[in-house]
């Protein structure tokens, strides 16, 4: 697959387990190979202002791992919402949804 003129390629090591586990969800759902590599690269810069927020203060603290946390359920949250919506547009209301 051609990479985008404003992306680079990087070598990063995963474990194969999770990366199955999320390929076959992808899969069932339709999204294409693509959207692991975009999630993890919109999660980049989340990951970045927790190390540099600590950095600027001097030091790194478990607090500062469970702020990141925080941060990424509520955009579980909120993309559990949206697929609802979308969801209920989509059958018109009609069909249970299940949650993910």
């Known amino acids: ?9 990087y070598s990063v ?14 899969a069932k759902i ?4 693509s959207t692991m ?3 993890i690269d919109d999660q980049l810069p989340t990951l970045a202002a927790t190390f540099e927020a600590a950095y600027a203060k001097g030091s790194m603290e478990i607090s ?5 946390l925080g941060n990424q359920m509520k955009l ?3 993309e559990k919402e949206v697929v609802k919506n ?13 949650a993910i």
């Open 1 to 9: 697959m051609a990479i985008a003129k404003h992306k680079q390629r």
């Open 13 to 26: 090591t995963l474990t194969p387990a999770n990366v199955h586990r999320l390929q076959a969800i992808m």
């Open 30 to 33: 339709g999204l294409p190979p």
């Open 37 to 39: 590599s975009n999630f």
């Open 64 to 68: 500062d791992l469970f702020v990141l």
């Open 76 to 78: 579980i949250e909120d």
């Open 86 to 98: 979308d969801q209920k547009k989509i059958h018109g209301g009609t069909k249970k949804t299940t």
